[in-house]
């Protein structure tokens, strides 16, 4: 297929996409979070609780199996304090019974990727529009509007695997011309074609980058060891669908000459988290509960989230699996949306050691803090109990042979004496069908 039918294709694609998000009730909700007051806590907490009894109230309305599990109650004079005693939805139970969960079928989405479990959820066209509105809203904040140019990296499959240099031009991206937004390709980045990718990105000069970390992370590295000139500058970086690690924002920062800004919600649905100006990371409490499941910290552990944008697939107290370490902190910028200080990641996203329990990726992403621009890429696979493979790609010019010796050292500080190791030097890591890059697989330890 030639690029202008795909092309044509796309942005009819985009039309319609357009349509579902931008319609209907998205510029009211824009507005009302671009102009929500959120320096009181306790008028935050009365509205989320307001939300939540609406919430609760549809839910046991139009879902088949939220009216039997809420048959008797009246939300009217319901106390919010026996929230916690509603059952923990697992995904394996929202994967088995989504018909009974679901109140239509109006606008699927489908998740899984990297968790295991393939998912297929509903959203009304109201909650997309709401969910796009607060993204956008988070995005305003920091001076990027809808329209502006932007370019995304994420794990839609928009050229064939097939597709070599040459063919076509050798093009690895599409326009959506709708919003002015360029797509790129993920799983075209390599080694060979990131100058491309680059001298493009100079040609289109997007003011704002989102998608996976990982493959900005790997543009960045490339520029800076290649001494490349990039000939804008965005405004702002927006990862998704990963996890921020230290390293990934302190190289894209230094090459882009500007701010990352983290975000975190899900494809199946969950309360956002974004970053505000002042580099805090806020739970925005207008748009769901994260509750902290872990009874031995509560400010620390695995979430459980209720979705107030989920009206489809009613989202209540579900064990979506991630790891969140929240902070007593008042944050300077003047939110009291509460602060989170780590989004650590998937519950399988750890190592663990008889010796030293769970290691999470944040914890290990500190492992090549020592080796400065020797390591491309580095992935940790726990095989074993005792046993890990270290996968590494090193820039072979700036590589030493002691750098293996040193990943080991840091390793065994962290997971212990016990524990064995085998370094693999690879030209290359092996991206997941998804498109996102895994730092850390583990499939020994039960997943919670």
């Known amino acids: 297929?030639?690029?202008?039918?795909?092309?044509?294709?796309?942005?009819?694609?985009?039309?319609?996409?357009?349509?579902?998000?931008?319609?209907?009730?998205?510029?009211?909700?824009?507005?009302?979070?671009?102009?929500?007051?959120?320096?009181?806590?306790?008028?935050?907490?009365?509205?989320?609780?307001?939300?939540?009894?609406?919430?609760?109230?549809?839910?046991?309305?139009?879902?088949?199996?939220?009216?039997?599990l809420f048959k008797g109650i009246d939300f009217d004079h319901w106390d919010v304090a026996d929230f916690n005693k509603i059952p923990l939805m697992t995904k394996e139970f929202l994967r088995t019974h989504v018909d009974q969960i679901a109140t239509t079928r109006e606008l699927p989405v489908f998740t899984g990727g990297t968790t295991g479990k393939s998912l297929c959820v509903y959203y009304t066209r109201e909650d997309m529009q709401r969910r796009m509105a607060f993204l956008d809203a988070f995005k305003e904040k920091h001076g990027v509007k809808l329209g502006m140019r932007a370019a995304r990296f994420s794990g839609k499959n928009i050229i064939p695997y097939s597709y070599k240099p040459g063919k076509n031009g050798g093009k690895y991206w599409r326009t959506n011309w709708i919003i002015n937004q360029r797509l790129y390709s993920t799983f075209h980045m390599t080694e060979d074609n990131l100058g491309l990718y680059v001298e493009d990105l100079n040609r289109f000069k997007p003011k704002s980058l989102d998608g996976?970390?990982?493959?900005?992370?790997?543009?960045?590295?490339?520029?800076?060891?290649?001494?490349?000139?990039?000939?804008?500058?965005?405004?702002?970086?927006?990862?998704?669908?990963?996890?921020?690690?230290?390293?990934?924002?302190?190289?894209?920062?230094?090459?882009?000459?500007?701010?990352?800004?983290?975000?975190?919600?899900?494809?199946?649905?969950?309360?956002?988290?974004?970053?505000?100006?002042?580099?805090?990371?806020?739970?925005?409490?207008?748009?769901?509960?994260?509750?902290?499941?872990d009874s031995t910290n509560p400010l620390s552990g695995e979430v459980a989230v209720t979705s107030f944008t989920t009206?489809?697939?009613?989202?209540i107290r579900?064990?979506?699996?991630?790891?969140?370490?929240?902070?007593?902190?008042?944050?300077?910028?003047?939110?009291?949306?509460?602060?989170?200080?780590?989004?650590?990641?998937?519950?399988?996203?750890?190592?663990?050691s008889a010796e030293r329990g769970r290691i999470h990726a944040a914890n290990l992403s500190n492992v090549i803090k020592y080796l400065p621009n020797a390591v491309k890429q580095i992935q940790f696979v726990q095989t074993a109990e005792d046993h890990i493979?270290?996968?590494?790609?090193?820039?072979?010019?700036?590589?030493?042979?002691?750098?293996?010796?040193?990943?080991?050292?840091?390793?065994?500080?962290?997971?212990?004496?016990?524990?064995?190791?085998?370094?693999?030097?690879?030209?290359?890591?092996?991206?997941?069908?998804?498109?996102?890059?895994?730092?850390?697989?583990?499939?020994?330890?039960?997943?919670a």
Request: aromatic content about 12%; proline content about 5%; charged content about 30%.
């Open 389 to 447: 493979e270290i996968n590494v790609v090193y820039d072979k010019e700036h590589f030493r042979p002691d750098y293996d010796d040193l990943v080991l050292h840091e390793m065994r500080q962290r997971l212990g004496t016990k524990m064995t190791f085998t370094i693999n030097r690879l030209e290359e890591i092996p991206r997941e069908k998804s498109g996102k890059f895994r730092f850390v697989k583990n499939d020994i330890i039960p997943k």
């Open 318 to 352: 579900y064990r979506i699996g991630d790891v969140i370490e929240f902070s007593e902190e008042k944050c300077p910028c003047g939110s009291r949306h509460p602060v989170v200080a780590r989004i650590i990641g998937r519950n399988s996203d750890c190592l663990y």
């Open 311 to 315: 009206h489809g697939t009613p989202l």
């Open 1 to 68: 297929m030639s690029i202008p039918l795909q092309e044509v294709m796309i942005n009819g694609y985009g039309m319609k996409v357009y349509l579902e998000r931008y319609r209907g009730v998205y510029k009211q909700w824009k507005r009302k979070y671009l102009e929500a007051d959120y320096s009181d806590f306790n008028r935050l907490k009365q509205k989320q609780e307001a939300q939540l009894i609406d919430f609760l109230k549809f839910s046991q309305t139009h879902s088949r199996y939220y009216a039997e």
């Open 212 to 293: 996976f970390i990982t493959n900005i992370y790997d543009l960045a590295k490339y520029i800076e060891d290649h001494n490349l000139k990039l000939e804008f500058q965005p405004i702002a970086i927006f990862p998704t669908a990963e996890t921020l690690l230290p390293h990934y924002r302190e190289t894209v920062e230094r090459v882009f000459n500007c701010p990352v800004r983290d975000q975190y919600s899900s494809s199946e649905g969950a309360p956002d988290i974004v970053e505000c100006k002042k580099g805090r990371l806020h739970y925005a409490m207008d748009t769901g509960i994260i509750e902290v499941i």
